[in-house]
C-alpha cells in the first residue's frame, strides 16, 4: 500500500474513532517506521497518528540517516509541523538525532555519576571533549588540582602548550551545566575530585594551623598540599602571604618550600589559606617607629592610578597620593621607582595599616 492511499484509509477511520488520534505538538519526538523513500521525500508511519514526510531541506540533512534505513526499519523524529499543507505530520530526523543525544546527556547529569571522556582538542580557556555526540568543554578553572597547569598563569601561549598535553587523554569528569538552547555543555573534573575532598575536609575547620608543600606559584598566590592529606590543595592568596606588599610571590614561596599556614576558609571544597596570619604584625608597633610630622627617608616602591607607594622598611609602606602633585605625569617627573627621598608622615593609622606621606619640602633624594 502506497503512503498516500494509507493516508486515505487512516482519514476515513479517524472519522469514525477520533479519539484514536493523539495529539501531536510542534518539537515532540515520536518513534517511526519508514514506509517508502524517493529521490525527494521520505514517508514514515506514525502509530496510531498517520503519515510523515520528510523533504526539502530536512531530506538533505538526513541523508547520512536514510541511507542505513529500509523499509520497515524504526527510527525517532521530530515533529517540525504537525499538519502542513499536504495533510502530513512533517518530520526532522537530524533534529531528533540531536534532541535525543541532549536527553541522554540530561539523563547522565541527572544520574550524578562520573564518566570518562577523551580529550580531542585544547585553547587557552580549556579542553574540548565529546559526550554523546555533543560538543563539551572542560575550563582550565575546571581541572583537578594535580592538572590545572598552575606555572603557566598568566601566559597564553604556555597554557595552550600545557593543555594541548591532554589531548587524546581520558579523565574522568561529571556534568556540571547543560544548555541545549545554547549549544553549551560544560563538563568538571574538578567536581569528581571535590567529592573525595570535602570528606577529606570535614576534619579542618578555619583558624586550624597545617603543615604543606608548596606545589605551585603563581602571579596571584601559591598552591599548598596538606602534608597529611596530600589530595587537599589550598591557595594562598598573594596578599595572604606577607604584611608587606609583594610584587611576586616567588619573593615569599617556592615549589617544594614545607611551610605551615592557617585555615582562612573552607567553601564548596575551596581551601583558602594564609602564611601571613602567623607571622607577627608589623602594624602592631608602627606608632612606635612613625609619628605624625617625622621627616623619614622611603624608597618608591612603584607607581599605581592614586599615587606612589613608598617602602619605609621592609615590612612598612607608606602611600603618597597623586592630589599632592596634581597628576600621574608631575608624581612621575618628581619621583623614579626605585629611588630613596625624603618624606614628612602626615598621618599614621595602624588599624588601616595605612601611614599617608608628603614629599619633604626641598624633595631631596637621599640616596
Not at 4 to 27: N, V
Amino acid at each position: 500500500m502506497t503512503a498516500q492511499k494509507q493516508e486515505s484509509a487512516l482519514a476515513s477511520r479517524l472519522k469514525d474513532s477520533p479519539d484514536l488520534m493523539p495529539i501531536l505538538k510542534t518539537g515532540d519526538l515520536v518513534g517511526v517506521k519508514l514506509m517508502e523513500k524517493t529521490g525527494r521525500t521520505a514517508y514514515f508511519e506514525i502509530p496510531r497518528i498517520g503519515t510523515g514526510m520528510i523533504y526539502g531541506v530536512e531530506l538533505l540533512n538526513a541523508k547520512d540517516v536514510l541511507k542505513r534505513l529500509s523499509p520497515g526499519d524504526t527510527v525517532s523524529a521530530r515533529v517540525v509541523d504537525p499538519e502542513n499543507d499536504q495533510g502530513y505530520v512533517e518530520l526532522s530526523l537530524a533534529e531528533a538525532g540531536k534532541q535525543r543525544a541532549w536527553q541522554e546527556i540530561q539523563d547522565l547529569q541527572d544520574k550524578d555519576e562520573p564518566l570518562k571522556v577523551k580529550i580531542t582538542d585544547a585553547n587557552a580557556g580549556g579542553l574540548i571533549t565529546e559526550l554523546s555526540g555533543i560538543t563539551a568543554f572542560i575550563p582550565a578553572s575546571q581541572l583537578s588540582n594535580d592538572h590545572y597547569p598552575k606555572e603557566t598563569e598568566g601566559d597564553r601561549n604556555k597554557m595552550i602548550g600545557a593543555l594541548k598535553k591532554f589531548v587524546d587523554q581520558e579523565l574522568t569528569v561529571k556534568i556540571l551545566n547543560i544548555n541545549p538552547r545554547s549549544n553549551k555543555l560544560i563538563l568538571s573534573e574538578r567536581e569528581v575530585e571535590n567529592i573525595n575532598i570535602k570528606e577529606l575536609l570535614a576534619k579542618y575547620k578555619p583558624g586550624d594551623v597545617i603543615s604543606g608543600i608548596i606545589s605551585g606559584v603563581a602571579s596571584f598566590g601559591a598552591f599548598l598540599h596538606f602534608a597529611d592529606e596530600p589530595l587537599i590543595e589550598g591557595l594562598i592568596h598573594i596578599s595572604e602571604l606577607d604584611h608587606r606588599l609583594i610584587d611576586n610571590p616567588k619573593e615569599v614561596v617556592k615549589v617544594g618550600d614545607l611551610v605551615q599556614a592557617k585555615i582562612v576558609d573552607i567553601k564548596d571544597g575551596r581551601v583558602s589559606l594564609s602564611l601571613k596570619a602567623l607571622k607577627s604584625d608589623p602594624w602592631e608597633k608602627v606608632e612606635e617607629k612613625y609619628k605624625a610630622g617625622d621627616v623619614v627617608d622611603g624608597r618608591v616602591h612603584r607607581f599605581n592610578a592614586f599615587g606612589a607607594f613608598i617602602e619605609l622598611d621592609p615590612s612598612i609602606v607608606g602611600l603618597i597620593h597623586v592630589s599632592e602633585f596634581g597628576s600621574i605625569e608631575e608624581l612621575r617627573h618628581q619621583l623614579e621607582e626605585g629611588k630613596t627621598y625624603k618624606f614628612v608622615i602626615e598621618s599614621v593609622r595602624p588599624k588601616d595599616k595605612r601611614i599617608v606621606l608628603k614629599l619633604a619640602a626641598k624633595a631631596a633624594s637621599a640616596d
